[in-house]
Every structure is written in structure tokens, then in C-alpha cells.
């Protein structure tokens, strides 16, 4: 008879891990990182700056300072650590809206993930029987969160693309679903010379942060629609956090709709998490199941990638990886294009 190995140890803690992670949300919600990021504060005092029950408070620090979120420095005593920093409201990059949006907004809707494995449908209506785009829009707290994700999600990535990729060969860069032009302010910041297009819906796009950047005058906002067309007229095409959100016929309509604006060489730059074979843990498998929960999206490995870009009449030419995210530059040259191969 072969050997039977368990490893009970290993599932307990995987299976009781939404516990730390709700408890996570608790402390982000509380600011507990904001009240100790000054020095170590007493379970008491933290109890009565939140208006919180300080023995249930302590058992709450107790269990996150075990998995380094804090540490207990004296008994009932907690400090910070770099992974509370992370949760604190006033620095760059803060993960605290993200907690707050994943493990609190969106949190009925990873109870309905046996809906996504059996239907391959978004789980996130069948929670809140709206489409996730529709629900934020119509509750501005939950919206203007989201909108926070983003935005500090954008700050590291945008730094880390600047890094990455040199823009000084190009005249003009188009950022298409650019939202505010968080992205083509950061990228003609650190490229004198260079112009550009920040294009997205007419009721999302805007040059408030281009003219209080000091760059109206060599950015402009556009509104319109990428699967109808997008505008024409530059060097290089930024697809920033786009594609995961659609499936594969409606990501090779956007592309297409990209083709079309770029002349043959015009280069195309995806940015999207990549997932690499094997059984290494990695971020893009988990993302891979929020889109798939949120919205039907999906994150892809570079195969297929090369299948959507090379339908849409794109080659790659390399994959980038960036210093501090999960995510990738894919640069792409325009080229004649393929019919789309089944997958």
C-alpha cells in the first residue's frame, strides 16, 4: 500500500486564513496602523480611540501580530511593522482602500465563487444581482473606494513603468481607458518632448490632472468609445489594466479598434499581469479569480496573449517584467493581421 502523506497543519491554516484576512479588514477599517504608526500604543488606548471593546481588540491584535502585521512589544502593547505601513492612509501606494474594497465591499461576492467554477458566469452578480460597474456606479462611498484602488494601485505601477520602458523615441503616446491620465501625467513627466492622448468614456475621461500637473499643454482628454474606434495619430498605444476585464472575442474587438488607429510598425504596449506556467504561488493566479468572480474577466499566460494580439493584426516583440507589481509591459509592433486561432 503507498504511503498516505497529510499535511493537516498546512490545510487548518490555508483553510482558516479568510479569518486573518477579514481580520486584516478590521484593522485597516479601525486605522489601527495610522494609530500606532507614531510608536508602540496599549491595547486600552487603541480600544478607546476606535470606540472598540479592548479585550475583544487585544485578541484581534494578538492573532494579527502572530502573522507580523503588528508586533506586542510589552504585554498589551503593539507597534508597527512594514507590513502595517502598508495599511497606513498616508503613504504612497497604501494597500488600506484596497483592503477595505476586496475584503469588505466586495466580500459577498467570494461567497458565490461555486457560481463562477460551475457556469463560468461573473459570481458578483448573482451576490448583488447587478453587473459590478453598475453597482459602483449607482453608490458613490463604494465607488469612490474603488476609484482609490486604483488610484494608489496606479501610483507604484506608473513608477514602475517609467522605470521599465524608455518613451523618449516616440512623439506622441495614446493611454487608451486612461481614465483621469494618471498614467500619461507620469509618463510625460519623465519624458520631456513627448505628447499625449488620455482616452476613455466621456463620462469618465478628464484633464483635470493633466492641467493641475502643469500639462495641458502637451496632453488633451478625449472621450469615446475603444470598441468603436480610438483616436488616431500616435507612436505608441497604452493598454493599461484593459483587457483583463473582457473576454477574448471582445478584447480582439478592442484591439482591432486599436490596429486601426496605428499605422504598420506603430508600437502597442499591454500591461497586464502574465501568468507563468507551473505550481509557483504567484499574484496573476489570484487575480485570475477575482476578474473571474467580478466580472467574467480573466488574467492570460503570454500564449495567450500572442493569440489575441496576433488576430488583431499585432506580433510581441518581448515581455517586460516590472521591479515592484505583478505586472508586465507587453510591447507589440502593428503588423498584417491573423484569423484567430481557437484556443
Known amino acids: 500500500m503507498n504511503d498516505l502523506t497529510i499535511d493537516r497543519t498546512g490545510m487548518f491554516d490555508m483553510a482558516l486564513s479568510l479569518l486573518t484576512a477579514r481580520a486584516v479588514h478590521m484593522a485597516a477599517e479601525l486605522r489601527i496602523a495610522d494609530h500606532v504608526a507614531a510608536g508602540p500604543v496599549g491595547s486600552a488606548r487603541l480600544a478607546e480611540v476606535t470606540g472598540t471593546h479592548e479585550q475583544s481588540l487585544y485578541r484581534l491584535l494578538r492573532l494579527l501580530a502572530s502573522v507580523g502585521l503588528f508586533t506586542e512589544t510589552a504585554p498589551r ?3 508597527t511593522t512594514p507590513k502595517a505601513n502598508a495599511l497606513r492612509s498616508d503613504v504612497p501606494g497604501s494597500l488600506r482602500p484596497f483592503v477595505l474594497h476586496t475584503l469588505g465591499v466586495l466580500y459577498p ?3 458565490e465563487m461555486a457560481h463562477s467554477i460551475h457556469t463560468g458566469e461573473e459570481a458578483f452578480t448573482k451576490a ?3 453587473p459590478v460597474w453598475r453597482y459602483h456606479a449607482d453608490r458613490a462611498e463604494a465607488n469612490d473606494l474603488m476609484n482609490q484602488v486604483m488610484s494608489r494601485e496606479s501610483e507604484v505601477m506608473i513608477d514602475d513603468l517609467v522605470a521599465a520602458y524608455d518613451f523618449s523615441s516616440f512623439g506622441t503616446v495614446v493611454d487608451v481607458g486612461g481614465g483621469e491620465g494618471a498614467l500619461i501625467a ?3 513627466a519623465g519624458t520631456p518632448g513627448l505628447r499625449g492622448i488620455v482616452f ?8 483635470a490632472l493633466l492641467r493641475t500637473a502643469g500639462l495641458a499643454d502637451r496632453a488633451e482628454a478625449v472621450g469615446g468609445d475603444f470598441f468603436d474606434s480610438v483616436p488616431e495619430g500616435g507612436d505608441v498605444y497604452v493598454l493599461k489594466w484593459v483587457l483583463h476585464d473582457w473576454n477574448d472575442e471582445k478584447c480582439i474587438e478592442i484591439l482591432t479598434s486599436v490596429r486601426a488607429a496605428m ?15 507551473g505550481n509557483d504561488p504567484a499574484p496573476s493566479k489570484i ?4 476578474m473571474l468572480v467580478l466580472n467574467g474577466g480573466q488574467e492570460r499566460t503570454r500564449e495567450q496573449f500572442e493569440m489575441l494580439l ?3 493584426g499585432f506580433h510581441i516583440d518581448r515581455v517586460l517584467p516590472m521591479a515592484s507589481s505583478s505586472t508586465s509591459i507587453i510591447e507589440a509592433t502593428a503588423v498584417e493581421p491573423k484569423q484567430m486561432r481557437k484556443q
Open 77 to 79: 502593547t503593539f507597534a
Open 109 to 111: 461576492a467570494w461567497g
Open 128 to 130: 448583488f444581482g447587478e
Open 186 to 188: 507620469g509618463v510625460l
Open 200 to 207: 476613455d468614456q466621456p463620462h469618465v475621461v478628464s484633464d
Open 263 to 277: 499605422p504598420p510598425g506603430g508600437t502597442l504596449l499591454v500591461v497586464e499581469s502574465v501568468i507563468e506556467p
Open 287 to 290: 487575480l485570475d479569480m477575482v
Open 310 to 312: 496576433e488576430s488583431a
